[in-house]
């Protein structure tokens, strides 16, 4: 008989996570538990309820009372902490909530390293890089040097998972993500708000000239190599960018969304963001490459898959 491996995903209700989630279901030996707050992930994501080697719970990992009572209930051998207030908007409208964030943190790694956790895996972001000083953006070179809320938390996160490997000796990998769409990505980030905006022939609105440049990759890439790390126990106690290397200006996105659904949107523009809108970003994906040891899905194809994905057509109500 397998035996059974046991992982925790927090935040798993979101885009990533949820995408995770159905990746890891696909070996029967491993046994999900997703705990979600749902303030803005969507329990549609997740398997249905009754799904053997699958369980959610909603609670809140900023509140060590509940989060802990879901460690007392299992006996974790990994955990992935992907729970976090995302979204620039969001993110610069509620910067408060951003720095409660450091309490969810700080209760997985002390529940992990004082349990049978073996390793915890951090979901930091491309925004600790702030406005880059060097292209593509790599992971020993470049500074961590973004004063936005959101970016000084993910880069507080970084620290405390090194500092807990280096007084615990518990293993940890952190991802630092770039922007990844796919059919479970809300419509509060910009690649399924274009598209949605675009199959209902509704204006499509950009901030500022939409000369900022970034790179989109689709959610399997990025999942793909997160399991191979996990499988493999790869980027053992280290940092890698996911995300990737194709630059395309938000404006091109626009322009390339409008032509592949032959919408009758008008783009227009809003005033820029005053913070966290960085001008450039773009990963030195030379790692992530090598994992995946294919070519990834670029921004046209990608598009495409979720325009014939019934999942995200019922998430826009189209």
Not at 60 to 80: A, C, G, M, P, T
């Amino acid at each position: 008989m397998l035996s059974t491996t046991k992982i925790l995903i927090t935040g798993g209700a979101g885009n990533i996570g949820g995408a995770l989630v159905k990746k890891l279901l696909e070996n029967k030996s491993n046994f999900v538990v997703v705990v979600d707050d749902l303030s803005t992930g969507s329990q549609s994501k997740l398997p249905a309820a009754g799904t053997d080697n699958f369980k959610f719970v909603k609670a809140d990992v900023n509140n060590l009372n509940e989060i802990s009572q879901v460690f007392y209930s299992f006996n974790f051998d990994y955990v992935f902490h992907f729970a976090a207030v995302v979204g620039v908007q969001r993110t610069q409208e509620n910067p408060i909530s951003v720095l409660e964030d450091i309490d969810g943190i700080k209760n997985i790694l002390n529940l992990s390293k004082s349990s049978s956790v073996k390793h915890v895996y951090y979901s930091s972001s491309s925004e600790v890089y702030g406005e880059p000083v060097e292209l593509p953006q790599n992971e020993y070179r470049t500074p961590l040097n973004s004063r936005v809320p959101y970016a000084v938390v993910k880069n507080l996160g970084e620290c405390y998972f090194r500092s807990y490997f280096q007084e615990f000796q518990l293993p940890y990998t952190i991802f630092r993500f770039f922007n990844t769409y796919g059919p479970g990505q809300s419509t509060d980030f910009v690649v399924a708000r274009f598209l949605a905006s675009a199959l209902k022939n509704k204006d499509i609105t950009l901030y500022g000239d939409g000369s900022q440049t970034r790179t989109f990759t689709y959610v399997d890439d990025n999942i793909n190599v997160i399991n191979k790390v996990f499988e493999d126990n790869l980027v053992v106690n280290d940092v890698i960018n996911l995300g990737n290397d194709e630059l395309t200006t938000i404006k091109e996105l626009a322009e390339l969304v409008i032509n592949l659904t032959g919408s009758s949107s008008k783009i227009v523009h809003l005033p820029p963001l005053k913070e966290g809108d960085m001008s450039r970003r773009q990963p030195d994906n030379a790692k992530m490459k090598q994992i995946l040891n294919k070519k990834l899905i670029s921004i046209e194809e990608g598009i495409k898959l979720m325009m014939n994905n019934k999942d995200f057509l019922n998430s826009i109500e189209l």
